[in-house]
């Protein structure tokens, strides 16, 4: 696993809109709309770069966006950001919605310091290789290092067993319309 560059953006990019188009979370924000979910990784990469980790396969074909929720700060950039994602991604009518919905999820986060593992994904050609296990591997001993709890949450039923065999259990299940899972690793919080 690299620490991605900004010689990797596009093809994190690429990765992410590949492997979370068919996402029952992102698809409740993009609508199944490839320029919105890609606006939507666009924002992702951004705010982890800023304030997390983005992390990128050795052969290009997988990749990790961790965002560190205590180290965001409110700035005039992050400000745009978040007002162009409001306009561009998710529309007047379903601000509400989402803020809600994150206001939801961020309920059961912990008050101290976590490592929050918003995207994983594959490129569809490599699913089924390895690549994942080993890339998710590599992030909780990031996390172990930094001693910090993971959080994550999938809407994808299959996903549950691949997230347990790494020790992440599911602590919560909210509904949308859809199951949202809530999971997290057993690390010192």
């Not at 993009?30 to 666009?42: A, P, S, T």
């Not at 050609?125 to 959080?151: C, F, H, W």
Request: charged share 25%.
């Amino acid at each position: 696993m690299l620490k991605a560059t900004s010689k990797d953006k596009e093809r994190i990019i690429e990765i992410l809109v590949l492997a979370f188009g068919e996402n029952h979370s992102v698809n409740h924000i993009c609508g199944n709309d490839e320029v919105r979910i890609r606006l939507l990784m666009e924002y992702a990469y951004k705010m982890c770069s800023s304030y997390g980790k983005v992390f990128i396969s050795e052969d290009r074909n997988a990749c990790a966006l961790v965002l560190f929720p205590d180290k965001k700060k409110s700035t005039v950039k992050s400000l745009l950001w978040d007002i162009k994602l409001a306009l561009r991604v998710v529309g007047l009518r379903n601000v509400f919605n989402v803020l809600e919905k994150e206001k939801q999820i961020k309920k059961y986060h912990p008050h101290t310091p976590f490592y929050y593992l918003w995207f994983i994904g594959v490129h569809p050609l490599n699913k089924g290789t390895g690549l994942g296990s080993a890339l998710l591997s590599q992030v909780i001993a990031d996390a172990g290092l930094m001693e910090r709890p993971i959080y994550l949450e999938t809407s994808v039923l299959r996903n549950l067993g691949w997230y347990k065999r790494f020790g992440l259990v599911t602590y919560k299940e909210l509904d949308f319309g859809y199951k949202l899972f809530l999971l997290k690793n057993n690390a010192p919080s």
